[in-house]
């Protein structure tokens, strides 16, 4: 990266009402067949033109031609049926109706190449694509094959490896890995968690992130970071195994949160994409406010490895508010860029 604290969202930015409701996650699409490929494409160029104008850095497809950050990719997979439903925990904390394994699974044709192509044909600014990790995608399934969350998250890799490799010469510059499930079984990513996401990331030259968080800004995430107390310290568990694993950037939720600062320290060494925008509330934060969360962070990564971020994806926020949060990130950016340079 040229600039200095580049800036970037997690993910994704809530869709127009004519591609799909607004404010939900999961949310139908609102057209079916060519209109709806051809809405998906124009509500991509939309989000590009709004991160462009925030003066967003490492821009993205805002997620406009996924229904869902784990689900979209999951059905396009073979071995795993829609039909035959059934009700899990996800990340121990809501109930949610998922799709079943029933067979091998395997992916026949690219899942987000295309799009990618088109994302590369928009834009000569750096491009950041998100995948979801091999243990949030168990998370996310009823596993009657396997039997085994490992093995399965195993599977997993091996495909995300084979779709990373084409996205990668797509000309995506950085694959984001989506692991929100490293910050609740903490056993399982250091057996692992970490393993199967170092075997997505096998042979890759472009750059790769992991993204972990708290959540989306919906009710379930919202009630069970009231209950874990006044400091949240689940980073610290995966953090010193992430240090020594070839991932170049963790993605991590800082604004708001409870995440003691100094736990970044156990990451030195790796570009941290620190998160200075909460996605919870519709509050918009002030430059100033975003500032202060960086020069914090500022103590424990050296300054050409912060890379500024959204605490997670905003789909399910008002157009309204994701523009003035990415205003704002980019505000703050700035001030501290400033700092640095004066
Ligand atoms: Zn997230």
């Not at 085994?148 to 890995?177: C, M, P, T, Y």
């Not at 610290?236 to 939720?253: H, N």
């Not at 300054?303 to 703050?332: E, F, H, I, W």
Request: some cysteine; charged content about 25%; aromatic content about 8%.
């Amino acid at each position: 990266m040229d600039i200095l604290l580049p800036t970037s969202t997690a993910g994704s930015l809530p869709k127009p009402s004519w591609l799909a409701e607004p404010e939900k996650i999961w949310s139908p699409w609102a057209l079916e067949g060519e209109q709806l490929i051809e809405a998906k494409q124009d509500a991509l160029r939309l989000s590009l033109q709004e991160q462009r104008h925030a003066g967003i850095d490492i821009v993205s497809d805002g997620e406009q031609t996924r229904q869902h950050f784990v689900t979209t990719f999951i059905e396009h997979l073979d071995g795993v049926d829609f039909e035959q439903r059934k009700t899990v925990k996800i990340r121990n904390r809501y109930d949610a109706s998922v799709p079943s394994v029933v067979g091998a699974v395997s992916r026949q044709r690219p899942v987000f190449v295309e799009d990618a192509k088109f994302l590369r044909q928009q834009t000569d600014q750096p491009i950041k694509w998100a995948l979801p990790g091999p243990m949030t995608m168990i998370d996310t399934l009823y596993d009657g094959h396997y039997k085994s969350r490992e093995k399965l998250a195993w599977e997993f890799a091996k495909i995300l490896n084979q779709e990373a490799k084409e996205l990668e010469a797509a000309g995506v510059d950085i694959i984001q890995f989506d692991e929100p499930a490293f910050n609740v079984f903490f056993d399982d990513v250091n057996d692992w968690g970490i393993a199967t996401l170092e075997r997505a990331i096998e042979g890759l030259k472009c750059e790769t992130a992991v993204h972990i968080c708290y959540g989306y800004g919906i009710e379930a995430n919202n009630n069970w970071k009231k209950t874990l107390g006044s400091e949240w310290r689940q980073y610290e568990k995966a953090f010193p195994k992430l240090q020594q694993s070839k991932i170049d950037i963790v993605s991590l939720e800082c604004q708001n949160s409870r995440v003691p600062m100094d736990l970044i320290e156990l990451i030195r060494g790796k570009k941290v994409m620190i998160g200075a925008i909460d996605v919870a509330t519709n509050n918009i934060e002030t430059p100033e406010a975003v500032a202060d969360t960086l020069r914090k962070a500022l103590q424990f990564v050296d300054a050409d490895k912060l890379y500024p971020a959204t605490n997670c994806g905003m789909a399910p926020l008002s157009r309204q508010v994701a523009r003035g949060k990415l205003a704002a990130l980019s505000a703050g950016a700035k001030i501290v860029r400033q700092e640095l340079a004066g």
